[in-house]
């Protein structure tokens, strides 16, 4: 049930108007049976009942508006376009949220924040720094800790730069991290790779060990072959060999023997 309605203090005391005829709040509930209007430690206005709707609208189908606020200015806006405003009065989406703040600098002064009833301290806030020029979104306690901000936990893929995210986290774009990238073993070719798999690879799985200060054979009892296959010493070199310091065996041995073919 609507009326036109509008409320007047007569002699002090609230009484609304509807259609010319004036009621007290006491007398305006009693005949419709819908309203009422109680004082206590502020003001209240109710239904007659649970099952009853509260309607307050306006019939205005351009340029009007309803807005609830305080002295202080407007806090909510609702316009003809059923857009919400909160900190402004020109709403431009289905809810504006309008602040200057700095939660770049403070999370706490984000212009959204969405908090716990048992404690209000657990909350996620989510902003755009108006001074630096940045969106922030971050969890935490206030005042304690900076919780973890879970992305599509249950399912899904995460874009950045991409409408089309293929993967857990499909990067369009390159990327920076000031720390070590921690990643599996690779199974493909265009995977990343650790240091320690590129080095067994490198070396380790080549028949070669890295002890750190020395590269040897994995295989004591392998032979190495230079311009060869089928090495079938320790060392097999089919070809010349150039030193700048000669060449240093044992003291003891007193003599360095060559085999094979000698020319010249």
Known sequence: MRQNLRYILVGGIVAFCILGTIFTYQALAQSLNQLQFQ???GYEITTGNASQNL???TKATDGGAISIGTRQGTGIYLNTSNYVGIGTTSPGFKLTVAQDNTPAANWNNAQL??????DSNKRLAIGFDTTSNVGVIQAGISGTSYNSLLLNPAAG?????????????DVSGTGRFTQPVLVGTPTADSHAA???YVDSAA???SGWTDGGSNVYLTTSTDNVGIGTTSPGTALDVDGYIRTA????GPSSLGKLY??????G
């Open 39 to 41: 004082a206590g430690s």
């Open 55 to 57: 309607d307050i609208s």
């Open 113 to 118: 924040v969405i908090a716990g009833t048992t």
């Open 157 to 169: 893929n995460v874009g950045i730069g991409t409408t089309a995210p293929g993967y857990k986290l």
């Open 194 to 196: 650790t240091k320690s």
């Open 203 to 205: 070396v380790g799985q």
């Open 245 to 248: 310091n000669g060449i240093a």
């Open 258 to 263: 060559l085999y094979g073919d000698m020319e």
